[in-house]
C-alpha cells in the first residue's frame, strides 16, 4: 500500500535534520538537533531516532502513514554489507550502521550517500525537475557527487561508486582528503580555492576569491579562470561518459552566478566531447539548498 508520507534524515557533522514531506514534496515539518560528534554511536543513532520521531509528531500524522525512514549519510554505506564505510565527521569506520538503526522506529531503513541524496532530491523536485537523468557535483568544503540514471540513484557495485569528487583530474597531482592524489576535490572544492589563492598571496576564502575577481581584481581573476578550467575538465569527463540531460551545481561555490556559469559554459565547449556536433547539457545552479538531501533521502522510500 502506498503511504502518503515520506520521513528524511540529513546527517550532517554539525546537525541532525528531520523532515516529513508529502508526495507532492511540500516540506510539512521539520526538527532538528545539534549532531553532537564525539559521543557514542548508540547515542548519536539514539538522536537520530529522536529528531525524526520529533518530525512526526510536528508533522500531525501518525507513523503508520509513513512509508519509511529515508537517511542520508556523510559517507558511503555498502548496499552488500550494510556497512558504513566512512563517515569522518564522526570518526566512523565499517560501522553495522542497520543494526543500529533498525527497530527504533517502526519503519524500515533505507541509507544513502548524502551527495547521492542531493542530487535524487534536485531531480525530484528542485533544479532537474523533469530530468530522468542528471548529474550533481556539491561544490563546498568538498567535492559531492551524485548521479541519476533512470530517475534513480546510481551509485555502482555496493553502493560505492558516483564518487564524483575523488575522480582523477591530475596524474600525481594535489594531495585530497581521501588520501589519494589529484582528485577533483583536490582542484574544484572552496577548500583548494582558497589554497590556491594563500599560494598566491590572496587573503581570503572561495566567496572572497570570486568577488574580487568580478571586480577586476587580477590575481583574483587569475585563480577563478583557473578554477573554472579545471572544473570544466572535470564536467565534460562526466559528460563523456554519463552524457546526463542537465547538470547541476550546488554548494557555496555555485552562487558565484554568473561569474562561474558563463566562463565554465565556453570552457566546457572547448574541452568536451560533441561539444560542436550535440551540443552540451546545461549546467544550471541548484535550487533547494540544504532542504536538497532532506527531500532525496524521503524519497529513498
Ligand atoms: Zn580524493
Redesign the pocket.
Known amino acids: 500500500m502506498n503511504k502518503p508520507f515520506h520521513l528524511g534524515l540529513d546527517v550532517g557533522g554539525t546537525n541532525l535534520a528531520a523532515a516529513v514531506i508529502d508526495s507532492r514534496f511540500n516540506i510539512l515539518s521539520r526538527a532538528s538537533i545539534p549532531a553532537g560528534a564525539g559521543r557514542s554511536i548508540e547515542a548519536i543513532t539514539d538522536d537520530m531516532a529522536k529528531v525524526s520521531i520529533l518530525a512526526v509528531e510536528r508533522a500531525g500524522i501518525s507513523m503508520e502513514d509513513v512509508a519509511g525512514w529515508g537517511i542520508g549519510m556523510p559517507s558511503c554505506v555498502n548496499a552488500r554489507t550494510n556497512l558504513l564505510v566512512h563517515a569522518n565527521c564522526f570518526g566512523w569506520h565499517n560501522v553495522p550502521i542497520y543494526d543500529y538503526l533498525r527497530g527504533k522506529l517502526p519503519l524500515d531503513v533505507k541509507i544513502d550517500n548524502d551527495a547521492n541524496c542531493a542530487a535524487l532530491g534536485e531531480a525530484l523536485a528542485g533544479a532537474a525537475r523533469g530530468h530522468e537523468n542528471a548529474l550533481m557535483l556539491t561544490l563546498g568544503t568538498g567535492v559531492g557527487g551524485g548521479i541519476i540514471l533512470d530517475g534513480k540513484i546510481y551509485a555502482g557495485a555496493d553502493g560505492m561508486g558516483a ?1 564524483l ?2 575522480s582523477k583530474l591530475v596524474f600525481e597531482g594535489e594531495r ?5 592524489k589529484g ?4 582542484y574544484c572544492s572552496a577548500t583548494a580555492l582558497q589554497r590556491d589563492a594563500a599560494r598566491a598571496g590572496f587573503e581570503g576564502d572561495a566567496r572572497a576569491v570570486f568577488d574580487a575577481a568580478k571586480s577586476g581584481n587580477p590575481v583574483a581573476e587569475g585563480l577563478v579562470d583557473r578554477y573554472i578550467a579545471y572544473l570544466a575538465a572535470g564536467l565534460s569527463t562526466f559528460i563523456t561518459i554519463f552524457r546526463p540531460e542537465i547538470i547541476i551545481l550546488g554548494g557555496g561555490v555555485a552562487a558565484a552566478g554568473d561569474r562561474l556559469f558563463v566562463p565554465l559554459r565556453e570552457k566546457m565547449c572547448e574541452c568536451t566531447f560533441g561539444a560542436e556536433e550535440i551540443g552540451l547539457p546545461p549546467v544550471i545552479p541548484a535550487l533547494l539548498g540544504n532542504d536538497a538531501g532532506l527531500v532525496g533521502a524521503a524519497f529513498l522510500f
Open positions: 564518487e569528487g575523488h585530497c582528503t581521501c588520501g589519494q582528485c577533483l576535490e583536490a
